[in-house]
T-cell receptor
Framework: DVKVTQSSRYLVKRTGEKVFLECVQD?????MFWYRQDPGLGLRLIYF???????EKGDIPEGYSVSREKKERFSLILESASTNQTSMYLC?????????FGQGTRLTVV | GENVEQHPSTLSVQEGDSAVIKCTYS??????FPWYKQELGKRPQLIID?????GEKKDQRIAVTLNKTAKHFSLHITETQPEDSAVYFC???????????FGSGTQLTVLP
């Protein structure tokens, strides 16, 4: 059974803080993704990675960066958190197209 | 990049009726089209998918159809039940780009 685990379920951070969201998968998948989910906007892709140290911008990369030093771990970084980054963040890994999601991190920036 | 549009955003049906959700995509190179179901407070999970070499696929009460010429695909749920109430997302992936792009979601409510 594929397991994708996000480090935190809920997170509250202050404006201007540097925030790290961690994601780990245990199925040796090459592809990993970070999405944010907002009501009425669906799942919007922030960044994805198809190999270690490789990254590609998604549709809304502004204000975010990522790191993939090991195949199983994909980190999302908010360099300087802002209130408009308050959202649900979902990590996923994929094999042959099928995506497996983490449980999500609800981030609130105050 | 790929753009996926999904309609309707909300859909209410009576229990036992059918529900249809439609999506269009922009990248003619896209070749894989999954559908995900997200129940309240839970993560999205794959319920059915279709690849570009197939026009229709069925799994019990759910089916997906694909029209590559028109670049649209649809999810059909028959004999709906209250447990079908959830948000449904369509998605598309281009083999070359590897990017999985989602539609904006449809909140389906099945009324008892």
């Amino acid at each position: 059974d594929v397991k994708v685990t996000q480090s935190s379920r809920y997170l509250v951070k202050r404006t201007g803080e540097k925030v790290f969201l961690e994601c780990v998968q245990d199925m040796d998948h090459e592809n990993m993704f970070w999405y944010r989910q907002d009501p009425g906007l669906g799942l919007r892709l922030i960044y994805f990675s198809y190999d270690v140290k490789m990254k590609e911008k998604g549709d809304i990369p502004e204000g975010y960066s990522v790191s993939r030093e090991k195949k199983e771990r994909f980190s999302l970084i908010l360099e300087s958190a802002s209130t408009n980054q308050t959202s649900m963040y979902l990590c996923a890994s994929s094999f042959l197209g099928e995506a497996f999601f983490g449980q999500g991190t609800r981030l609130t920036v105050v | 990049g790929e753009n996926v549009e999904q309609h309707p955003s909300t859909l209410s049906v009576q229990e036992g009726d059918s529900a249809v959700i439609k999506c269009t995509y922009s990248d003619s190179a896209s070749n894989y089209f999954p559908w995900y179901k997200q129940e309240l407070g839970k993560r999205p999970q794959l319920i059915i998918d279709i690849r570009s070499n197939v026009g229709e696929k069925k799994d019990q009460r759910i089916a997906v159809t694909l029209n590559k010429t028109a670049k649209h695909f649809s999810l059909h749920i028959t004999e709906t039940q209250p447990e079908d109430s959830a948000v449904y997302f369509c998605a598309a992936i281009s083999g070359s780009a590897r990017q999985l792009t989602f539609g904006s979601g449809t909140q389906l409510t099945v009324l008892p």
